[in-house]
């Protein structure tokens, strides 16, 4: 009996469970038994990633009258890109926050929930974090409460659902359909 020979190998980027990159990666043997297995990133810090800034307005005791503060990567080519923007954002959010003495753990959301003086103030941060990302606020990203809610990247099952979307777009290749609704 022959030895089953590795037919095919691929390796795609996604989020772990704090929204940090890893990778997954699916193999099929000659014989076609297949396997798929995400490697962790080892990060054990308990840091979480979102999205969006969460929980002000009526839920909160502070001076903030939005409940929620959500950012939309307009500029981004693919889905893979949008969820980076998303991330990157996020991560420079929270040090943006650490920096101004703001707590950064976040709510059941997902989301950040800091005791901001103003709704101005909460636009202040996120522009920054837009632009400490590295990208152009209203161009690449932009903030509003409008459209639809996927929810913040550093829970669980919309981690799952965020790699799947991923691996979709991977295995449909140039075929794949990215676009948002606010571009004509």
């Known amino acids: 009996m022959n030895k089953p020979t590795l ?3 691929r390796a795609m980027e996604i989020l772990d ?3 940090n990159p890893t990778i997954r990666v699916h193999c099929r043997l000659s ?4 396997a798929t297995a995400s490697v962790p990133s080892g990060a054990s810090t308990g840091e ?3 999205v969006e800034l969460r929980d002000g307005g009526k839920h909160a005791d502070n001076s903030v009258d939005f409940q929620e503060f959500m950012v939309m990567p307009l500029g981004a080519p693919c889905f893979a890109e949008a969820l980076r923007y ?13 920096g101004k003495g703001y707590a950064t753990s976040v709510g059941d959301e997902g989301g950040f929930a800091p005791n901001l003086k103003s709704n101005d103030e909460a636009c202040e941060v996120i522009v920054a974090a837009i632009e400490a990302a590295g990208y152009k606020p209203g161009k690449d990203v932009a903030m509003g409460g409008g459209q639809i809610k996927t929810g913040s990247a550093c829970r669980s099952e919309r981690i799952a659902k965020y790699n799947r979307l991923l691996e979709i777009e991977g295995e449909l290749g140039s075929a794949a359909v990215f676009g948002s609704p606010f571009h004509g």
């Open 48 to 50: 979480n990633e979102a």
């Open 17 to 19: 469970s704090r929204g």
């Open 86 to 98: 998303g991330a990157e954002t996020f991560h420079a959010l929270k040090r943006i926050l650490a």
């Open 7 to 9: 037919d095919v190998l």
């Open 31 to 34: 014989d076609g038994a297949e």
